[in-house]
């Protein structure tokens, strides 16, 4: 009897066949992206089976724990969207209703058009409304639903889904009007406080862990930026831990949220795609080629990822301190690996490592200056040499013209176009790539000085030999 107690208690202690992949995994990506730190949950019958923190999470040598908070990106549009549907089940929101109908002063560019963004078309990113920032990083969510009066739409009403993270300010500050509070004192008394989440919160606490930006393709930290106007949508703060407890909730159909039918509309999609379908802040689509419901999160110096299962009854939370612009979405591919892995497969390619992707940018930044300083030295040889092939005449004297012509537009192109191309505005991109911004706005202005030089010294060189013959 005894020996079988034990046998039964050894059992139990004994980790599951997939935690030494996943952890070799998790750490084999980590080295090869030079994450500083991951935090892992994995939920198996609407419970945390396994939790464990990796690496640091601030250059003082501090640990990454389960209850390390983290900020959480477009994940914390789960939560809206949590929000949305619990005002929908209490009778005071109709997902068919026009957004004017709960935010009388909401208005767009368009007069005509704002009368038709309903609730729903908010929650599925049909609205058409624009991806750019609204009222910049200190902006209030009033603040940033006000300064969609100068938006003009990316296409009609419901027509198609184009991502954008003002759908969910908007929802959001349509939570704090029918609530009658603000957006971070509901999430926590509906949904942080219900289901006991310890180190989920609003402001940046003094344990969180540090972000990381990549700089010449080795990550540094940089101080957390609290964005109250952006919780709605990206700035919501949660440990692993925290988000392995409100993963469990959704998939095993907690009434302390929704009600089962509530859950159902929760997570069935309002528009498709050609990869997904999107429902309230959730992408539902196969990971690894099962069914999933599954929401990533990006932020300049922070990203995650969760993924439900619900056929097996698992689910995965990855949580990473660091972002790049360029490269693969390491905590993607970590979360999309380890669900594999759970799924009994092997992870999916996941391309080249991030930190060859960003020593390839730095080495391409590298020969640019190089080149660029390379030419300043041999201006003077060059402008000489060329304004003989001028004065030679024929099509050839049209050369040096065309080069200089392309040393001027080019810079020109990225000082200017690159933000209109992109629609990313140079602030933006300082956030996002400092090191790339910075090197942009050095080389860009002075490759343009000097091609303008050349310029100069040929036409001065070429009429000068014009008027004495």
């Known amino acids: 009897m005894f020996a079988l107690l034990a046998l039964n208690a050894a059992l139990l202690a004994a980790p599951p066949p997939?935690?030494?992949?996943?952890?070799?995994?998790?750490?084999?990506?980590?080295?090869?992206?030079?994450?500083?730190?991951?935090?892992?949950?994995?939920?198996?019958?609407?419970?945390?089976?396994y939790v464990r923190g990796f690496g640091e999470a601030c250059p003082d040598g501090r640990g990454v724990g389960p209850d390390t908070p983290f900020m959480l990106g477009s994940i914390s549009k789960s939560f809206t969207g949590v929000a949305i549907?619990?005002?929908?089940?209490q009778g005071k929101v109709e997902l068919d209703a026009p957004v004017t109908r709960y935010l009388p002063d909401f208005a767009v560019a368009d007069p005509e058009a704002v009368g038709r963004i309903t609730v729903e078309q908010l929650l599925a990113h049909t609205s058409g409304l624009p991806k750019s920032p609204t009222a910049g990083p200190a902006g209030t969510l009033v603040e940033h639903v006000a300064a969609l009066r100068q938006a003009h739409l990316q296409g009609e009403p419901g027509a198609a889904h184009r991502y954008a993270s003002p759908n969910y300010q908007v929802l959001g500050r349509i939570v704090e009007v029918v609530s009658g509070q603000s957006f971070a004192a509901y999430v926590q008394r509906k949904i942080v406080t219900p289901l006991g989440l310890q180190n989920a919160v609003a402001?940046?606490?003094?344990?969180?862990?540090?972000?990381?930006?990549?700089?010449?393709?080795s990550p540094r930290p940089a101080a957390p930026t609290a964005e109250p106007g952006r919780l709605p949508t990206a700035s919501l703060i949660a440990s692993a831990e925290d988000l392995g407890r409100y993963l469990s909730a959704i998939m095993r159909r907690d009434e302390a949220l929704l009600s089962a039918a509530g859950y159902e509309a929760l997570l069935t999609p309002l528009v498709e795609t050609e990869r997904f379908g999107y429902a309230m802040g959730w992408r539902v689509g196969p990971i690894a080629g099962a069914p999933a419901f599954h929401h990533g999160g990006v932020l300049y110096d922070f990203r995650g990822k969760l993924i439900g299962l619900p056929e097996r009854e698992l689910g995965v939370v990855v949580l990473t301190n660091a972002s790049s612009m360029f490269g693969r979405p390491t905590s993607h591919h970590i979360a999309n690996g380890v669900a594999a892995l759970l799924l009994g497969q092997k992870p999916p390619r996941a391309g080249l490592p991030l930190r060859w992707v960003l020593w390839g940018i730095a080495g391409f930044m590298a020969l640019m200056t190089l080149g660029l300083i390379k030419e300043a030295v041999q201006a003077r040889g060059w402008v000489a040499e060329k304004a003989e092939q001028v004065r030679g005449g024929g099509w050839r004297a049209a050369l040096p013209w065309l080069a200089l012509a392309?040393?001027?537009?080019?810079?020109?192109?990225?000082?200017?176009?690159?933000?209109?191309?992109?629609g990313i505005g140079w602030g933006e991109l300082w956030r996002a790539a400092p090191d790339?911004?910075?090197?942009?706005?050095?080389?860009?202005?002075?490759?343009?000085?000097?091609?303008?030089a050349k310029g100069a010294s040929l036409r001065r060189r070429t009429r000068g030999a014009a008027q004495s013959t």
């Open 436 to 452: 790339l911004a910075g090197w942009l706005l050095i080389i860009a202005p002075l490759s343009l000085l000097l091609g303008l």
């Open 18 to 49: 997939w935690q030494a992949p996943v952890e070799a995994y998790v750490e084999t990506m980590m080295a090869a992206d030079r994450v500083p730190g991951v935090a892992v949950a994995v939920v198996e019958r609407g419970e945390i089976v």
């Open 203 to 217: 402001s940046p606490p003094t344990d969180m862990a540090c972000g990381h930006r990549y700089i010449f393709g």
């Open 85 to 89: 549907m619990q005002l929908v089940e």
């Open 406 to 422: 392309w040393g001027v537009a080019l810079p020109l192109a990225l000082l200017v176009g690159l933000p209109l191309a992109s």
